[in-house]
């Protein structure tokens, strides 16, 4: 099993629409999550971080974390053209290091 | 200012050429990291440096040769790479802390090509 599982995609959806973005996680002892978007050709960039059990929102997006069934999602509301990129799940332990998914890649349809 | 640089923006270099690569961040973080990454994966961990200590070494080929000469500086130094080396090589840095890990900040990368 992987350490890190998302659907690579690609997601579709129409502008204006809400994407959701899911990861699953397998080690009970991670304790903060992360997303990036990355662009095709450039490095990821950090768009949502979470530390606790919840929803977590920033501007158009909300981070969703449940440590229970080891799972976290991203939801991009009022999805937009450029918002089409590929999404990378990670979550940090104790290690100091970042374990990435495969990443997901969205299509946000004018 | 989340800002981390790195230089060159693109490299090529052929398999007996020496080389590095330059990473610096002024965000006041003391941990720092080198990413290597193929299209159309993840970035794959290379080395952390914590506190400019060598704290995690990926088992990376010895070719590659990290540095971190002061809390704000990392270097990785190339030499006689092989072609299946060609990647973008990220720079991330982040705070440190008692704490759970925390957010960690790419710079734009180098896209090393080995010919």
């Known amino acids: 099993q992987k350490e890190v599982e998302q659907n690579s995609g690609p997601l579709s959806v129409p502008e204006g629409a809400i994407a959701s973005l899911n990861c699953t996680y397998s080690?009970?002892?991670?304790?903060?999550f992360f997303w990036y978007r990355q662009y095709s050709g450039k490095s990821p960039e950090l768009i949502m971080f979470?530390?606790?059990?919840g929803d977590k929102e920033d501007g158009r997006f909300t981070a969703q974390l449940n440590k229970a069934s080891q799972y976290v999602s991203l939801l991009i509301r009022d999805s937009q053209p450029s918002d089409s990129a590929t999404y990378l799940c990670?979550?940090?332990?104790?290690?100091?290091?970042?374990?990435f998914g495969s990443g997901t890649r969205l299509q946000v349809q004018p | 200012d989340t800002e981390v640089t790195q230089t060159p923006k693109h490299l090529v270099m052929g398999m007996t050429n020496k080389k590095s690569l330059k990473c610096e961040q002024h965000?006041?973080?003391?941990?720092m990291y080198w990413y290597k990454q193929k299209a159309k994966k993840p970035p794959e961990l290379m080395f952390v440096?914590?506190?400019?200590?060598?704290?995690i070494n990926e088992s990376v080929p010895s070719r590659f040769s990290p540095e971190c000469p002061n809390s704000s500086l990392l270097n990785l130094h190339l030499h006689a790479l092989q072609p299946e080396d060609s990647a973008l090589y990220l720079c991330?840095?982040?705070?440190?802390?008692?704490?759970?890990?925390?957010?960690?900040?790419f710079g734009p990368g180098t896209r090393l090509t080995v010919t």
């Open positions: 991330a840095s982040s705070q440190l802390g008692q704490g759970p890990s925390y957010e960690q900040y």
């Open positions: 080690d009970r002892g991670s304790q903060s």
């Open positions: 979470i530390y606790s059990n």
């Open positions: 990670a979550y940090g332990g104790g290690r100091r290091a970042l374990t």
């Open positions: 965000m006041g973080h003391r941990a």
């Open positions: 440096y914590s506190y400019e200590k060598l704290s």
